[in-house]
């Protein structure tokens, strides 16, 4: 007795093109999503790449304003609004069968640039509005290789290092009403309503503001950034001058050209408001700086007097 094997009908030639015809249709969609992803990241890539470091020798790169964070974050949302919508638009496309109907027709090739290039060109041009965002980014990078000392150029690290006190200096004139010269730093005149020394601040005077860095870590903001209390007014702007003589010690330390003299100068005028005879030792023995505090001290309706240097050897 034999018994016959039942032969497998094979499969249908219906289910492979079927198969094959989804496959096509995802693979263009996530061809598509990715390309509608990474356009608006290439104007911004290629603008750090071809600006490198040099574009940190500027002191307008270091210059951050308030308002920064709402562009930054306007310009992500921006963009994220548009990739969301057409996200939702190709997923319609390929749920509703569109997707395969149009790969399924002859000539399908030519129209792909009317169906999605004017989507590919909005892409591309909302670059434009991560550039903010990339140029913050850079300035954390370019920060953080400066102050460990990676930048392979010495003498670009320290035109950067110059651009970035160029930039504070403006950012503090700014607050305080004063006009800068670009190039050189040097005071060119003031706005009305500038604030000069000593400034009233309740019943103290104060001689210089308060600064913060404007590109910071994550771990600076963790960082113990506690303030002398009798040397700030409760809001951190100010820096004040202690009410009593025998609190007024402080070392200050910075480099050449920092304006360690200006801030001292601000100091003896706060003093000297107070009613406190002041004695100025200077051991580097300036005479500009003499006249200067001089001519301070008697325009603040005091007098004053330059001695003449002990010659300590013969």
Same mark, same amino acid.
């Given at each position: 007795?034999?018994?016959?094997?039942?032969?497998?009908?094979?499969?249908?030639?219906?289910?492979?093109?079927?198969?094959?015809?989804?496959?096509?249709?995802?693979?263009?969609?996530?061809?598509?999503?990715? #390309?509608?992803? &990474?356009?608006?990241?290439?104007?911004?890539?290629?603008?750090?790449?071809?600006?490198?470091?040099?574009?940190?020798? @500027?002191? %307008?790169?270091?210059?951050?304003?308030?308002?920064?964070?709402?562009?930054?974050?306007? #310009?992500?949302?921006?963009? !994220?609004?548009?990739?969301?919508?057409? &996200?939702?638009?190709?997923?319609?496309?390929?749920?509703?069968? $569109?997707?395969?109907?149009?790969?399924?027709?002859? #000539?399908?090739?030519?129209?792909?640039?009317?169906?999605?290039?004017?989507?590919?060109?909005?892409?591309?041009?909302?670059?434009?509005?991560?550039?903010?965002?990339?140029?913050?980014?850079?300035?954390?990078?370019? &920060?953080?290789?400066?102050?460990?000392?990676?930048?392979?150029?010495?003498?670009?690290?320290?035109?950067?290092? !110059?651009?970035?006190?160029?930039?504070?200096? $403006?950012? !503090?004139?700014?607050?305080?009403?004063?006009?800068?010269?670009?190039?050189?730093?040097?005071?060119?005149?003031?706005?009305?309503?500038?604030?000069?020394?000593?400034?009233?601040?309740?019943?103290?005077?104060?001689?210089?503001?308060?600064?913060?860095?404007?590109?910071?870590?994550?771990?600076?903001?963790?960082?113990? $950034?506690?303030?002398?209390?009798?040397?700030?007014?409760?809001?951190?702007?100010?820096?004040?001058?202690?009410?009593?003589?025998?609190?007024?010690?402080?070392?200050?330390?910075?480099?050449?050209?920092?304006? @360690?003299? %200006?801030?001292?100068?601000?100091?003896?005028?706060?003093?000297?408001?107070?009613?406190?005879?002041?004695?100025?030792?200077?051991? @580097?023995?300036?005479?500009?700086? $003499?006249?200067?505090?001089?001519?301070?001290?008697?325009?603040? #309706?005091?007098?004053?007097?330059?001695?003449?240097?002990? @010659?300590?050897?013969?």
């Amino acid at each position: 007795m034999s018994v016959e094997q039942a032969a497998v009908p094979p499969a249908p030639a219906e289910t492979d093109a079927l198969s094959d015809a989804l496959e096509a249709v995802l693979a263009a969609a996530l061809i598509a999503l990715v #390309g509608l992803v &990474a356009l608006p990241l290439l104007i911004p890539v290629i603008a750090v790449r071809v600006a490198g470091e040099s574009i940190a020798t @500027k002191a %307008v790169f270091w210059r951050v304003w308030p308002w920064q964070w709402i562009i930054n974050t306007a #310009g992500i949302l921006l963009v !994220t609004i548009l990739l969301t919508i057409e &996200a939702l638009l190709l997923t319609q496309w390929v749920s509703t069968g $569109a997707a395969a109907a149009f790969l399924a027709s002859d #000539g399908w090739m030519g129209q792909v640039w009317p169906m999605f290039g004017p989507w590919l060109v909005a892409n591309l041009c909302a670059g434009v509005l991560l550039l903010p965002v990339a140029w913050s980014i850079r300035r954390r990078q370019i &920060a953080d290789r400066v102050r460990t000392r990676r930048v392979s150029d010495v003498l670009r690290q320290e035109r950067i290092e !110059t651009a970035r006190k160029r930039a504070a200096d $403006a950012s !503090t004139a700014a607050r305080i009403g004063i006009r800068l010269d670009p190039a050189t730093g040097r005071i060119t005149g003031v706005h009305d309503g500038a604030v000069t020394v000593p400034h009233r601040v309740a019943d103290r005077e104060a001689f210089g503001f308060t600064t913060r860095s404007t590109v910071t870590s994550l771990a600076d903001r963790f960082h113990d $950034a506690r303030q002398v209390r009798d040397w700030v007014d409760p809001t951190g702007r100010f820096v004040l001058m202690p009410n009593a003589s025998s609190a007024a010690r402080a070392l200050i330390i910075a480099e050449s050209g920092s304006g @360690k003299t %200006v801030l001292i100068n601000g100091l003896v005028l706060c003093a000297l408001s107070y009613g406190w005879p002041v004695f100025v030792i200077d051991a @580097k023995g300036d005479p500009a700086d $003499a006249t200067a505090m001089v001519g301070l001290a008697q325009a603040a #309706g005091r007098t004053a007097t330059v001695a003449e240097p002990v @010659k300590w050897f013969v």
